[in-house]
């Protein structure tokens, strides 16, 4: 007889990634990490991504022993730098004159922490082109879609679409803060397979 599965956590309040994880079916409760999310001096993007989502999937994982925690998190570089969530809409008109016309790189992390232990981690990048964007665009998106918490300004879930010439990637859902794939994949190395009954 097949063992039980573990209880799922996902360690994030957000509304995007709760509804790329119910695309799987499985069952899961929502318990938001709320850690520092400073980044270090010269912090390369990849690292920075990756530390920030195992440090989300610990932090919650601590709070509920023997489950499975899932934590992502997603970062926009852009000429050698990173890119994060401007606050307000001065900063985020001023994020996308930057990156108007220009080529930006998307990190997305993803870390499971397992009962027993382990730590599964995966990174995925995404190409992007921006669009040559003037002054009115970028003011009209951001009046519509308040981009405050979106590193880069970047709000792929909405019109941040309309924003970019094209994007290139090996998950279509990593854009959007959480790679589908990937995400199956470690669950199912830490016993939550969605193809499994019971």
Known sequence: MPLPKPDLILASGSATRRQLLDRLQIPYTVDPADIDETL???????????????????????????????????????????????GDAETACRQLTQISGEAITFHVAISVACPDGRRLDWHETVEARMRKLTNEEIARYVEIEKPFDCAGSMRSEGLGACLVEHMDSRDPSAILGMPLIATARLLRAAGIDPLRNG
Do not use: I, Y
């Open 40 to 86: 270090a001096a010269n912090e390369p993007a990849k690292e920075a991504c990756q530390r920030l989502a195992r440090a989300k999937a610990d932090r919650v994982a601590d709070r509920h022993p023997g489950t499975v925690v899932l934590g992502s998190d997603q970062m926009l570089s852009w000429r050698g730098g990173l890119l994060g969530k401007p």
